[in-house]
């Protein structure tokens, strides 16, 4: 019973945030269905999660989780693609780039279910319905929010060419797509070479998190691209959630304090670790931010 109230409780938020910012993104965007696209959007999210977790819930597997979570942003797209009033190129540009990072993300996490057969996140809740649930819904609102400044530049009522904020932005996107691709594949041959040791080369040189640096800065840049769109205070703090969401979860969530413990167990006993730590910037390569 503990189980179900708590998931009534967090789905029950997470709607309503969900079709909150998703009516926020409105006041400009095209509509589908009779429906502005960003509203859709959100629906579709949260359809193609549920559809994923049935299945899953019934055969107690984690192993369509991260599927579902790429088709959530490929669908979010296809959606915004749909209600454009046309396809110009400032249209499909944002489209294009979050399927490219969607792409990407998916094709690793799919690839890395499959090669350890099991997620230890959900070894507690996947026998458990009422919070497993919880997990499909929180990807659903992940999807629908980090993608929500795509949707309004895809689905925006209005015409327009590429201004220069946008072009800035895209650029962001691109140095953030770049330096996160490159500290990935830069981790994955100092596994293969070196297994069981940690990274102190290339990238990793100057962050311990040079990834993630990556994935804030090209979401951030999308945010930044809207800006010729976004009008009206609850459209800017809307499409704001974007990157600050990515940021919270990466910061302070399951990306870099998971990692830092669990490096810290692994070679906290470790002087030359410890003097990697203690000398490289967490995040930003920046000397006057903190380390730590």
């Not at 969900?18 to 959007?41: D, I, K, N, Q, R």
């Not at 230890?120 to 609102?141: N, S, Y």
């Not at 990793?204 to 800006?227: D, K, M, Q, V």
């Not at 998971?258 to 670790?273: I, K, N, S, T």
Request: glycine residues 6%; hydrophobic residues 60%; positive net charge.
């Amino acid at each position: 019973m503990r189980d179900l109230l708590r998931a009534i409780v967090v789905l029950s938020v997470t709607l309503v945030v969900a079709a909150a910012t998703a009516w926020a993104a409105s006041a400009h965007s095209a509509t589908l269905l009779g429906l502005p696209a960003p509203l859709v959007a959100a629906a579709v999210a949260f359809a193609v999660n549920l559809a994923g977790f049935v299945p899953a819930a019934l055969l107690r597997t984690e192993r369509f989780y991260d599927a579902t979570g790429t088709l959530s942003f490929l669908a979010v797209l296809a959606v915004a693609l749909a209600a454009a009033p046309s396809w110009s190129l400032p249209r499909v540009l944002p489209a294009l780039l979050v399927a490219v990072w969607t792409l990407r993300l998916g094709s690793f996490l799919v690839a890395r279910i499959r090669r350890a057969s099991k997620d230890g996140r959900f070894d507690e809740i996947k026998g458990r319905p009422a919070r497993f649930l919880v997990a499909w819904a929180l990807q659903a609102l992940w999807a629908q929010l980090t993608s929500l400044p795509a949707v309004m530049l895809v689905s925006a009522r209005e015409e327009r060419t590429l201004s220069a904020i946008e072009l800035a932005g895209y650029a962001l996107w691109v140095v953030g797509f770049v330096l996160e691709l490159v500290a990935d594949r830069q981790k994955s041959a100092h596994a293969r070479k070196a297994p069981g040791t940690f990274i102190t080369s290339g990238l990793w040189r100057f962050s311990r998190h040079p990834n993630y640096l990556g994935e804030i800065a090209l979401w951030l840049g999308l945010f930044i691209a809207g800006a010729a769109i976004y009008q009206g205070p609850l459209a800017w703090i809307a499409a704001a959630l974007s990157p600050v969401l990515v940021f919270v979860l990466l910061r302070f969530v399951s990306g870099i304090p998971l990692l830092e413990a669990r490096a810290d167990q692994r070679w906290g006993a470790d002087p030359a670790y410890r003097a990697y730590r203690d000398s490289t910037s967490l995040l930003v390569p920046l000397p006057l931010l903190s380390r730590r």
